[in-house]
């Protein structure tokens, strides 16, 4: 019972101090590598938002912290258009690529077990 006990104490202090990470940065070139940033407390999500026009071949990229945050397209009267993409995990604002690549190495490894057994 003290083990359990133990245990639940344990897991608890773990999570009460968690506070999310962030990539923070501003581009007017399309690539934002952005500094790590911990959000501030009642912070839940991540933004990244790439605003784009038809006579600029880059992108302008910002990416940070947001209370709220709400995916999707928008078309300025401008004529650009702002996509803006929201997650809620440490640094999940990185390049769209990064994630689908790892896990796509992550799987091959499986996938050429299964064909050539």
Do not use: R, W
């Amino acid at each position: 019972m003290n083990l359990q006990l133990s245990v639940v104490l344990l897991f608890i202090s773990l999570t009460g101090g968690y506070a999310l990470k962030c990539y923070s940065c501003t581009s007017l070139t399309g690539s934002c590598a952005g500094t790590e940033e911990i959000c501030t407390a009642g912070i839940t999500k991540c933004f990244k938002i790439e605003t784009s026009t038809d006579s600029s071949k880059a992108p302008t990229t910002s990416k940070g912290c947001a209370a709220e945050c709400k995916s999707g397209t928008l078309h300025l009267p401008t004529g650009a258009t702002e996509t803006t993409s929201c997650c809620d995990t440490d640094l999940c604002s990185a390049a769209d690529g990064v994630y689908k690549g790892s896990f796509l190495l992550l799987v091959s490894p499986l996938l050429f077990y299964f064909l050539f057994q």
